[in-house]
């Protein structure tokens, strides 16, 4: 089993930026691929990136490219996603989500660990 717990959501102007953490406790942190997805009020839950435990190799949806970082800490078993340039359609729940054995990296079906989430709100 894997527990993940998600923080630094919050409420931020439009133009601003928020780190969400995702710590990580249970199995071998360094042997999960790690994402994030979020939910809007109304939608269906979405992809917005993932970085592999090997290699390190970094996904994005392209409604977030450019703008947010994801990035992991084996070390402190912590997973990071730094949103820069937020817009009000960024505002939603962020969950964290964690996988051994990952086959499709954009698909939520496709992990098996998630966390309870973290809103993100952002104001115009």
């Known amino acids: 089993q894997v527990q993940l717990v998600e923080s630094g959501g919050g409420l931020v102007q439009a133009g601003g930026s928020l780190r969400l953490s995702c710590a990580a406790s249970g199995r071998t942190f360094r042997n999960y691929d790690m994402g994030w997805f979020r939910q809007a009020p109304g939608k269906e839950r979405e992809f917005v990136a993932t970085i592999t435990w090997r290699l390190d190799i970094t996904y994005y949806a392209d409604s977030v490219k450019g703008r947010f970082t994801i990035s992991r800490d084996n070390a402190k078993n912590t997973v990071y996603l730094q949103m820069n340039s937020l817009k009000p359609e960024d505002t939603a729940v962020y969950y964290c989500?964690?996988?051994?054995?990952?086959?499709?990296?954009?698909?939520?079906?496709?992990?098996?660990?998630w966390g309870q989430g973290t809103q993100v709100t952002v104001s115009s």
């Open positions: 989500a964690a996988d051994s054995n990952l086959r499709r990296v954009r698909t939520e079906e496709s992990y098996d660990y």
